[in-house]
T-cell receptor, first 111, second 113 residues
Framework: EDKVVQSPLSLVVHEGDTVTLNCSYE??????LLWYKQEKKAPTFLFML????IEKKSGRLSSILDKKELFSILNITATQTGDSAVYLC???????????FGKGTRLSVIA | NAGVTQTPKFQVLKTGQSMTLQCAQD?????MSWYRQDPGMGLRLIHY???????DQGEVPNGYNVSRSTTEDFPLRLLSAAPSQTSVYFC????????????FGPGTRLLVL
């Protein structure tokens, strides 16, 4: 059965800290890995990764994929209270199949 | 573009009632899907569609029906609501299934008493 596992499930940090969120996967016909940020409502897209070792970066957020070890990390540096959210990892597979989502990591950044 | 829209935003039902959650997108996306999100469970796929006239079951399809008569609309029907269907429902669409960005609607919060 295809699965995506995120860790930790929840995390509390202070403003200014750096955090690393993990996503491991076991899927057949892997095609891509996506990260989303979800605050109070719908998820918003952060990154899509398809190749190993190539870092995607957007401001203080970055992500990288390791297709050999089957995982991805999402890094957030100099965290701010506005980074508080649930971060979702999802894996896309080849063929006509939907994304497989992990359960998410709830990040709380306190001042 | 309005993107993905969902109505209603919030609904209260009694056990046994039926209702339809509406979802529409104006991006000409072929792929649309319905998810439910419950605390600690993440997003779980209910049904999805790869184009008009084509639908398939996801992880948790029981108690829900869908149809896709047009590219734009993908309604989700609850046939006989149960308290276990209390959840937040998200509709999403993307140009291609599975491996590109999905655009999510704002969600419908459903409470079944």
């Amino acid at each position: 059965e295809d699965k995506v596992v995120q860790s930790p499930l929840s995390l509390v940090v202070h403003e200014g800290d750096t955090v690393t969120l993990n996503c491991s996967y076991e899927v057949t016909n892997f095609r891509s890995l996506l990260w989303y940020k979800q605050e109070k409502k719908a998820p918003t897209f952060l990154f899509m990764l398809t190749s190993s070792g190539i870092e995607k970066k957007s401001g203080r957020l970055s992500s990288i994929l390791d297709k050999k070890e089957l995982f991805s990390i999402l890094n957030i540096t100099a965290t701010q209270t506005g980074d508080s959210a649930v971060y979702l990892c999802a894996v896309g597979r080849s063929g006509n199949t939907p994304l497989v989502f992990g359960k998410g990591t709830r990040l709380s950044v306190i001042a | 573009n309005a993107g993905v829209t969902q109505t209603p935003k919030f609904q209260v039902l009694k056990t046994g009632q039926s209702m339809t959650l509406q979802c529409a997108q104006d991006m000409n996306h072929e792929y649309m899907s319905w998810y439910r999100q419950d605390p600690g469970m993440g997003l779980r796929l209910i049904h999805y569609s790869v184009g008009a006239g084509i639908t398939d079951q996801g992880e948790v399809p029981n108690g829900y029906n869908v149809s896709r008569s047009t590219t734009e609309d993908f309604p989700l029907r609850l046939l006989s609501a149960a308290p276990s269907q209390t959840s937040v429902y998200f509709c999403a669409s993307s140009l291609v299934l599975g491996s590109v960005t999905q655009y999510f609607g704002p969600g419908t919060r459903l409470l079944v008493l």
